[in-house]
């Protein structure tokens, strides 16, 4: 990716210091012409024990002698907290590692700056607190080149390193939703937590996440590039896990994401008086209701909760008041 790229999005020229043992390490792989490369984009923030296992799975992808790859870190955290451990897994892998700081919080700036210092003819993005079967970027990479398209998506499975709650392993609200190899993407259901994406869907953007997004970015992405004629389908072999610690099984983080979410939809052209009218409504009802759904579980009590805060997250936004200050919600 040009350094014309990198300057329109004011990626700032001191992300490594001198004296970083990762200065100087913008290393991208060699590879023959009739290979393609794949850059692997992770945003980080505050999750070193996290990253440390994505880095070192991606280390150990198959490629079937398809493709080479090479990995970018962007961390969020102007402290670095995520260096150290790249530093660690760079200094015994084969795989090519940059790492980069943005120092201005949010996901979207995030996000525009790893798509900035990424190289290849294909994006892959995968989440700080996920990783991937061996095989994922051999399965995505397939799809994409099969179906001759511009981009697609793999499942997100939990996965839980103690023993959750009784009543979040009933829950639905860590579910996310699976469709077979080829199916069309609906914008509504995107997100890039598993994704593979040609280079030429991002190249010619200057921006391709909207700051103005705390969280929702992914998706208003998507909507845009498939209004802009781009196609996108499920790879449902290409599985990724999603790890879910302690410190996301709090109530409270669940109802924090939903007021985040609510307060997101607003900002999309998606959202107009029918959506308005659904949240009065909703609103008043699932209040009401909320006090028998105990007798249900808790399980569906923190279902309706979660709706209730989200609908909640919508009209708080719209009167201009801001629920959520954060620019994350991690726990």
Known sequence: MSQDRQTTRGIQEDRIDAGSPLAGTEVVAEAPESMSHICVCICTYKRPLPLKRLLNELTRQQTGGLFTYSIVVVDNDETRSGEDTVAEVRST?????????????????????????????????????????????????????????????????????????????KS????????????????????????????????????????????????????????????????????????????????????????????MEVKTPAFGAREVVKSLIAIPLYTVALPFTLLLGQHRFMGLLVSLSCHLGKITALLGIQAIPEEYVTD
Request: hydrophobic share 40%.
């Open 93 to 169: 892998s084969a795989v090519p590692i940059q790492y980069w700081v943005e120092p201005r919080r949010g996901i979207a700036p995030a996000r525009n700056a790893v798509v900035a210092h990424a190289n290849g003819d294909f994006l892959a993005f995968i989440d700080d607190d996920e990783f991937p079967t061996s095989s994922w970027l051999l399965a995505m990479f397939n799809t994409c080149r099969e179906f001759k398209v511009d981009g697609v998506l793999g499942p997100i499975l939990r996965h839980f390193d103690e023993t959750p709650p009784a009543w979040l392993r």
């Open 172 to 263: 639905h609200l860590l579910d996310r939703r699976v469709k077979a190899t080829g199916t069309p993407i609906d914008w509504r259901q995107t997100r890039t937590g598993n994704v593979l994406l040609r280079n030429r869907v991002v190249e010619a953007d200057p921006e391709p996440f909207r700051p103005e997004f705390k969280s929702g970015e992914d998706k208003d992405f998507f909507r845009r590039k498939i209004e802009a004629g781009y196609s996108f389908m499920w790879s449902a072999d290409g599985e990724v896990f999603e790890v879910v610690a302690p410190s996301r099984w709090k109530r409270m983080y669940f109802v924090r994401r939903g007021l985040l979410n609510g307060a």
